[in-house]
């Protein structure tokens, strides 16, 4: 993405501004298998949260989470590293297999806890969003 600044001259671009923008493209040489989720991430997170690390605070207030529970920390630093990597280094995340990794740990903390938000439904319940066409299973960060 070309780099965009504030007023006062400092690289700066709001996360929606940047969301608007992300390409998904996929290279023959991926390291990354299987469908990204990029994207779709970002977009729940502007959607639910405004930006990475407001979705962190959320996520964690809605699980009722301390920052000493298993997983805490990582899903913190995977939001605070993919909101720098959109909004200071400005990179063009659809085509960043190192961000696919980022959004993916993301979504192994947040279905780690998913209990603690979904509640205790049963599996059937919890998988036929699947069937549905919805976008998610409540609120959480986890592509379908």
Request: net charge negative; with cysteine; glycine share 8%.
């Amino acid at each position: 993405m070309p780099v965009a600044f504030d007023v006062g001259g400092e690289r700066n671009r709001t996360f929606a501004a940047a969301v608007l923008l992300i390409e998904v493209l996929l290279f023959a040489d991926s390291p990354v298998k299987g469908p990204t989720t990029v994207l779709w991430v970002c977009k729940f997170i502007l959607a639910n949260g405004g930006t990475p690390t407001g979705w962190h605070q959320r996520w964690m207030t809605n699980a009722k989470l301390q920052t000493a529970d298993a997983g805490v920390n990582i899903h913190e630093m995977a939001c605070r590293m993919l909101e720098m990597m959109v909004c200071f280094d400005q990179l063009q995340l659809g085509a960043v297999a190192s961000a696919e990794y980022i959004c993916l740990q993301i979504q192994i903390q947040e279905q780690r806890w998913r209990d603690r938000i979904l509640g205790n439904t049963p599996e059937q319940q919890q998988e036929a969003y699947l069937f549905a066409g919805q976008v998610s299973r409540g609120l959480i960060c986890v592509a379908p």
